[in-house]
C-alpha cells in the first residue's frame, strides 16, 4: 500500500529525489501522475537537482503544488540555472577556483519557494550534500532552504562549495546521489523513488565542459541507484518511477521540458496503472543499454 490524502495511515513513505540537472523536469512529470492518483509522500529526501524539487515539493505536497512547479520548470532556461557568461569565463582562469555563480539558483529558490527555512516544510524534507574535503554525506533537515539546496546542487568544478558549520559542502551526487539510505535512516517504510535517467538515445558525446560533466554524473547515478538497491537488504519496500526511454538530449538543455514532463507524466500513468506501485523492481531503462 502507499499512502493517500485521506486515507488509513500506512507505511511511512519517502519520495526519493535523484539529481541529473535539467532532466529533473522528468521528476515533474512523475509527481504529478503521483499526485494525480493521490500518492502522497510522509517525508522527501533529495539530492542535487532532486533537492531543488523535493524541497518544492515539501512546502506544497499537492496536485496543484506540483502544476504550479511545472509552470515554473517550463520558464526556465539553461542561463537561469547555469549563468555562464565571458566575464565567469575569465574570472575562472585568472582569479576563482569556481566557474558559475550561485546567484541563479539561489533566486529561483528565494522566488518560488514557499517557506525559508527547511523545518517549516509541510512535510519533512532532508537535502542530501557531500563534505568536499572528506567526502562524507551531509544531511540538511532544518536551516537555509535555499543554502542547504545551494549547496547539493553545487557541482564541484563549476560551482563553488557552500561553507556550513566549519565544513564545505558540495552536490550530493558526489557521496548520495539517489539517497536511499538516507530516506531509511530517517524512518521511511517504504520509498518511491525517482531518478531522471540519462540520454541513452544519443550518439555522440556532449559538446562543452559542464554539459560533459552533467552527462558524466547522470550515467553515475544511474549505476549507483542500481547498485545500491541490488544490496538493499530484504524487508525494504520501494518502487523505482521508470525514467524516460529512448532520452535524448543533454542535462544542460533546457529547451525541451515541456515534452520531458509531458512525457513523464504518460509514462508514470502508464507504470501505476500496470500495477508498477506494487511491483516494486529495477526498471531496465536504469542499466546501461544502448539504442
Known amino acids: 500500500m502507499y499512502a493517500m490524502h485521506g486515507s488509513q495511515p500506512g507505511p511511512k513513505t519517502a519520495f526519493v529525489f535523484a539529481g541529473g540537472?535539467?532532466?529533473?523536469?522528468?521528476q515533474v512529470g512523475m509527481m504529478q501522475a503521483l499526485a494525480a492518483h493521490g500518492v502522497t509522500a510522509d517525508l522527501v529526501v533529495g539530492s542535487s537537482v532532486g533537492a531543488m524539487n523535493g524541497a518544492?515539493?515539501?512546502g506544497d505536497p499537492t496536485l496543484d503544488g506540483?502544476?504550479?512547479?511545472?509552470q515554473i520548470w517550463?520558464?526556465?532556461?539553461r542561463h537561469d540555472v547555469f549563468p555562464v557568461s565571458l566575464y565567469s569565463f575569465v574570472s575562472f582562469l585568472w582569479r576563482r577556483d569556481f566557474l558559475?555563480?550561485?546567484d541563479g539558483v539561489r533566486k529561483l529558490i528565494n522566488n518560488h519557494l514557499p517557506y525559508k527555512n527547511l523545518e517549516e516544510a509541510a512535510v519533512p524534507v532532508h537535502i542530501v550534500t557531500t563534505d568536499i574535503v572528506t567526502g562524507e554525506t551531509v544531511v540538511l533537515s532544518e536551516g537555509s532552504a535555499a543554502e542547504a539546496i545551494v549547496a547539493s546542487t553545487a557541482i564541484p568544478g563549476a560551482f563553488a562549495p557552500v561553507k556550513h558549520k566549519n565544513r564545505f559542502l558540495a552536490d550530493g551526487a558526489i557521496s548520495s546521489n539517489t539517497p536511499i539510505r538516507v530516506a531509511i535512516d530517517k524512518g521511511a517504510e517504504r520509498?518511491?523513488?525517482?531518478?531522471?535517467?540519462?540520454?541513452?538515445s544519443g550518439q555522440t558525446p556532449p559538446v562543452g565542459a559542464v554539459a560533459t560533466a552533467l552527462h558524466a554524473l547522470?550515467?553515475?547515478?544511474?549505476?549507483q541507484m542500481t547498485t545500491e538497491l541490488e544490496y538493499l537488504e530484504q524487508g525494504i519496500d520501494y518502487c523505482v518511477v521508470p525514467p524516460l526511454c529512448p532520452l535524448v538530449g543533454s542535462p544542460y538543455d533546457f529547451t525541451r521540458t515541456d515534452d520531458h514532463i509531458q512525457r513523464a507524466i504518460e509514462n508514470t500513468e502508464a507504470w501505476i496503472a500496470d500495477g508498477g506501485l506494487e511491483k516494486?523492481?529495477?526498471p531496465g531503462e536504469m542499466r546501461p543499454h544502448q539504442h
Do not use: D, N, Q
Open 21 to 26: 540537472g535539467s532532466f529533473g523536469a522528468i
Open 56 to 58: 518544492y515539493y515539501a
Open 66 to 70: 506540483v502544476k504550479k512547479l511545472a
Open 74 to 77: 517550463r520558464g526556465l532556461t
Open 100 to 102: 558559475i555563480s550561485h
Open 191 to 200: 520509498l518511491i523513488i525517482m531518478p531522471t535517467g540519462f540520454a541513452c
Open 218 to 223: 547522470t550515467l553515475l547515478i544511474s549505476r
Open 280 to 282: 516494486g523492481g529495477i
